[in-house]
């Protein structure tokens, strides 16, 4: 049995892509995509005629509101192409540059919502993906309540799990691989799989969520190797790439379940509870975090404006 059948024994397997061909080699249960991964998926050739159909559709708006409009038609065109594969979820991703603007955030999401299921798609099947600033939380709380799950994304730290899982969000997506990158570039040196400061900290998430009782999913994300994924064999989801999940596939080495909520339960963890300013000064005091965090924005918007000049070229 693959490395890959092993794992989805005892963890929900998630492909990290907008390529529908991967969705079917790899059956994962669900998928997520990100403006970088949508404009990576939107310039290939096979998937020139989708594409073209939403720019086609989308040519009544004018200026700015068409070509944004256009946007997050693609997005959810995308996202229905996915779920005609995978048998769950697909998340869907809203503006990075809204990522510290409640309001606006809980607006896109009721967009994306509107326009799945105006395709026939109940919103029990689409995930929102937001990033974990204090703002980003909170509209997370709204649309949490109004019965809109939400994915948590460019996650960093404990206190953004733990303000997650005080509001009751859905989903968080910890970014393993992101983490790594900070960690050896601040020391210099590589970390073993089991040392690795993103493996340590979605351990950490776990059993906190699973002591006291969470019902958010942790789904780790963002990994850099093999590694990675196996020491965290066992956690709720993990959202794959690509190339990680075919190296999962061709590998039959057996592997062992490293999380279970029995043993998190095990551990000594003392709960917390977070207000606004404890959020931020935490957050503040946790330098990889505040960089990455910022970072990731930034370079999601960065790719999104890229999208919105490809969009543009083909109007």
């Known amino acids: 049995m693959s490395q890959l059948d092993q794992l989805k024994q005892f963890t929900v397997v998630v492909a990290d892509t907008g ?7 790899y059956a994962p249960r669900d998928a997520t995509t990100n403006p970088s991964l949508i404009l990576k998926a939107a310039q290939m050739p096979e998937y020139k005629f989708l594409v073209d159909k939403v720019i086609a559709d989308g040519k009544t708006a004018g200026g700015d509101a068409k070509i944004r409009q256009i946007m997050d038609e693609l997005l959810v065109a995308f996202g229905l192409e996915i779920l005609k594969i995978v048998p769950g979820r697909v998340s869907t991703e809203t503006d990075a540059n809204l990522s510290f603007d409640t309001e606006a955030l809980v607006a896109k999401a009721k967009r994306f919502i509107a326009l799945y299921q105006r395709q026939g798609i109940g919103r029990e099947r689409v995930l929102i993906k937001i990033a974990s600033t204090w703002e980003g939380i909170r509209a997370a709380e709204i649309l949490e309540r109004e019965g809109i799950h939400c994915n948590l994304t460019l996650l960093f730290s404990f206190p953004q799990a733990v303000a997650c899982a005080e509001a009751g969000v859905r989903l968080i997506s910890p970014f393993v691989g992101r983490i790594l990158d900070w960690y050896k570039k601040s020391a210099g040196r590589d970390f073993a799989p089991a040392e690795d400061p993103g493996v340590l900290s979605v351990r950490e998430i776990y059993a906190y969520y699973k002591t006291f009782g969470y019902m958010t999913e942790v789904m780790g994300a963002s990994f850099r190797n093999v590694g990675e994924i196996l020491e965290l064999a066992g956690c709720d989801l993990l959202t794959i790439s690509p190339q990680l999940l075919g190296e999962l596939k061709k590998a039959e080495t057996p592997i062992g379940r490293k999380l279970s909520p029995e043993m998190a339960r095990e551990s000594k963890v003392e709960k917390i509870s977070l207000d606004e300013k404890k959020f ?36």
């Open 19 to 25: 390529d529908f061909e991967t969705l079917k080699q």
């Open 280 to 315: 931020r000064w935490l957050l503040n005091e946790n330098a990889m975090a505040t960089e990455k965090t910022a970072e990731g924005i930034r370079l999601f918007n960065a790719d999104a404006m890229k999208l919105e000049k490809f969009i543009a070229g083909k109007l």
